[in-house]
């Protein structure tokens, strides 16, 4: 199992270290930053304000998760070698196992008397997109080696990402989405 883990690790390293400078002048990290938000606005357009508060909480927990996990430097370092974008793709699994058992977990017990949502829906996927993208990039880049790796260039970003106190006003912010996008 390892190997194969090994292997998928050393595949993609090269093609990140071809992005490494960004494209047409533009810093990798706004692409990530970008590319984030698009994929999870796209989700809540698709999956439903149901699917997209389990994510959200899915996210919240897998992130408490993750941060106390005893063993992740432990299989990052023996994924990793001492790359640190082997060893952020290790991190990225973990991470990635941790949310979709609580994913799958949680799904079912959120509560399901949501009615068509009408004009309402395009702020509620905003505002959940918004808070998912944000939790996901605080903890991407304060609890595994992104920030080192693609490091944000925006002033406007970077202190809402990167300060010690952005996982706190994250999941705070987070929570009075869902307060008031429920119904």
Do not use: C
């Not at 990290?29 to 959200?56: D, I, N, W, Y």
């Not at 941790?98 to 799904?107: K, S, V």
């Not at 808070?131 to 992104?146: D, E, K, N, R, W």
């Amino acid at each position: 199992m390892e190997n194969v883990l090994g292997e998928a690790i050393s595949f993609a390293a090269p093609l990140t270290a071809a992005l490494d400078s960004g494209f047409l002048g533009v810093p990798m990290s706004a692409f990530l930053l970008g590319g984030l938000f698009v994929g999870v606005f796209a989700l809540a357009l698709f999956a439903g304000k149901k699917k997209m508060l389990a994510v959200l909480f899915s996210v919240i927990f897998a992130g408490f998760l993750f941060s106390v996990f005893p063993y992740r430097e432990m299989i990052a370092a023996s994924l990793g070698d001492g790359n640190q974008q082997n060893e952020l793709y290790a991190n990225i699994g973990v991470f990635a196992a941790i949310f979709f058992l609580l994913f799958f977990a949680i799904r079912h017990s959120v509560r399901a008397g949501y009615f068509e949502d009408g004009s309402r829906k395009l702020p509620n996927t905003l505002g959940l997109s918004v808070a998912t993208s944000g939790i996901i990039a605080v903890y991407a880049y304060q609890f595994t080696p992104l920030g080192e790796l693609y490091p944000i260039s925006s002033s406007f970003l970077a202190p809402l990402i990167m300060s010690p106190s952005a996982p706190f006003w994250w999941l705070a912010g987070a929570f009075l989405v869902v307060f008031l996008f429920s119904d």
